[in-house]
């Protein structure tokens, strides 16, 4: 693996060289890809993404990489799907259930820890997918000043023959000139959402939170009652089954701070 690759996903040469020839010991196939949990600061959790045609258990995860290296399996894609190779991965900083792969017939994704995926092709084409990549340095992270980051979360997918694609789906944004940043912007996943969209945020210390959903005409078509929250990130799933399908804006107080977020309901 090559040095600009190893640096666009956090590791070292030398640790990328040490996790592909350990890990594809361990699970005797090759290793195509990647992905550590960059909110485990330990280095201990990794996915790993598996190609060739065949067999099963493309997507690993290992909670020990950095000792002996077990994996368990949480690829399950469907039928007839689970032995297509799997080349690259992300794993969703801030909610670690969320992770982005590309396989052999585009983008799939799963946002409950890889008990079920589903292809996220909308605006590209269904076609091998190589890379995945992630802006993980965030407005207040980066070394450069909160106004040098402005694709925070945002995902590139290299695909062959088709060019690179991007998506702002998870993009997420500085807070605006005199905020407390009492609670962060929203992203909403997945979007567009068939049945239950999952709504992240992070709060900087305990509060009520309260969630409501409107439609496009400003009529409230959901709410949760406010319930109390430990500050850091947080996630809230909306079933939206019952919705008509069209585009919705999910609101989130918390104290006196309040967020928005549009998202679009497809069947």
Request: charge should be neutral; glycine fraction near 12%.
């Amino acid at each position: 693996m090559n040095s600009s690759a190893t640096s666009l996903i956090g590791l070292s040469s030398n640790t990328c060289q040490r996790f592909f020839t350990t890990a594809s010991t361990s699970v005797g196939a090759i290793v195509t890809g990647l992905a550590p949990d960059k909110d485990e600061f330990d280095g201990n959790r990794l996915m790993v993404t598996l190609g060739q045609y065949g067999g099963t258990g493309k997507v690993r995860l290992s909670t020990n990489a950095t000792s002996a290296m077990t994996f368990s399996s949480i690829w399950n894609p469907g039928t007839g799907l689970t032995g297509m190779p799997v080349y690259d991965g992300v794993i969703m900083p801030g909610n670690d259930d969320i992770m982005v792969v590309g396989t052999e017939y585009g983008i799939m994704a799963t946002d409950d820890g890889g008990n079920t995926w589903t292809f996220e092709n909308t605006g590209m084409a269904r076609v091998p997918t190589f890379a995945v990549r992630q802006q993980s340095m965030t407005w207040n992270t980066n070394p450069y000043g909160p106004d040098y980051v402005t694709n925070q979360w945002v995902i590139y997918a290299g695909t062959h023959g088709r060019g690179v694609f991007r998506t702002e789906t998870l993009l997420g944004m500085a807070p605006g000139v005199g905020s407390t940043v009492a609670l962060g912007d929203i992203t909403v996943y997945p979007n567009p959402v068939h049945d239950v969209a999952t709504l992240g945020f992070a709060i900087n210390d305990r509060k009520e939170v309260g969630v409501k959903v409107f439609d496009m005409e400003g009529r409230l078509v959901h709410q949760q009652k406010p319930r109390n929250m430990a500050p850091g990130e947080q996630r809230v799933r909306v079933d939206v089954r019952t919705f008509d399908v069209g585009a919705y804006v999910a609101e989130v107080t918390a104290g006196a701070e309040r967020r928005v977020a549009r998202f679009v309901v497809q069947r």
